[in-house]
Every structure is written in structure tokens, then in C-alpha cells.
């Protein structure tokens, strides 16, 4: 019975970590999108699916480790964080796509880079596999937040 009420939790920590994705579903990214001037190291398109399916893995396996390690009474506050950073990457594609607001898709990546960073520092005091789960999102947040300034200088 144990085994089964980890498993739940593990894959409760999963569905929540692919909530954000939901926010896509609403806009559309073709003819806007493929208007505007963008770099030529610009990833493309398909890519895009299975980066952020692997990263909201890794994002749902770090809350795992990190709620099922560490001090319980400390949780609360490294789930605020949590749950912050995760509202604001749903924020940016409707945003940038729906609303077609680079300048404000910028800045939730600005602070969505911070809340992840502040995110990680936290889970650091609760689990270290949590923490390294979590690099490869912040690179991506780092990668997509310099990209996103570029096409708001190029456009």
C-alpha cells in the first residue's frame, strides 16, 4: 500500500508540473508567430513540444523529491515558490502568443528566472536530486528569456 500512495504522489507531482502546459491550448502560434524577425539560432518549431515535455518532468520529479524530503514543517514555503514559478511559465505563452506582448513576456521570463533560482535554493535544503532536476529548466528559462529579448529588439 505504501508503494501505491508514493506512486499517486509522484504522478500528482507530474500532473501538476504540466498544468502550465494547458495555457497553450488557447492560442494560436502560426501566422504572427512565423511574421516576426527572429535569430538564426532560433530553435525550431518542433522542437519546442518535446523540450518542454522532458523539462516539466524533471520539474514534477523535483517537487517530488523535494515534498517527500527534508523537514516537513519547511514545505509550505518551498511550495509557495513552487507553485509561483510554475503560474508564471503558464503566464508567458498566452502572453507572448495570445497576446502577441513580447515586452510583458519578457518580464514574467525575468521573474519566472528569479522564482525558479529562488525555487531551486529552497529545494536545495531538501533534497539535492531536487535541486539538479531542476537545472535543466532554469538553462531553458535562461536560454528563452535571452531569445525573447532578442526578437523584442529585432521586431
Known sequence: MRILK????????????????????????????????????????????PVWSLLYLTIGMAGYFAWTHGVRQKRRAAFIIYGLQLLLNALWTPLFFGLH?????????????????????????????????????????????VLNAVILTMN
Open 6 to 49: 508514493k506512486a499517486g504522489l509522484f504522478f500528482l507531482f507530474l500532473f501538476i508540473a504540466f498544468l502550465p502546459s494547458l495555457s497553450a491550448i488557447a492560442v494560436k502560434t502560426d501566422g504572427w508567430y512565423a511574421a516576426l524577425n527572429k535569430p538564426a539560432w532560433n530553435p525550431p518549431a518542433y522542437l519546442f513540444g
Open 101 to 145: 506582448r513580447i515586452g510583458w513576456a519578457l518580464a514574467d521570463l525575468i521573474l519566472l528566472w528569479f522564482m525558479v533560482l529562488f525555487c531551486m535554493s529552497v529545494f536545495s535544503r531538501h533534497s539535492r536530486l531536487a535541486t539538479g532536476l531542476m537545472i535543466p529548466y532554469f538553462i531553458w528559462v535562461s536560454f528563452a528569456g
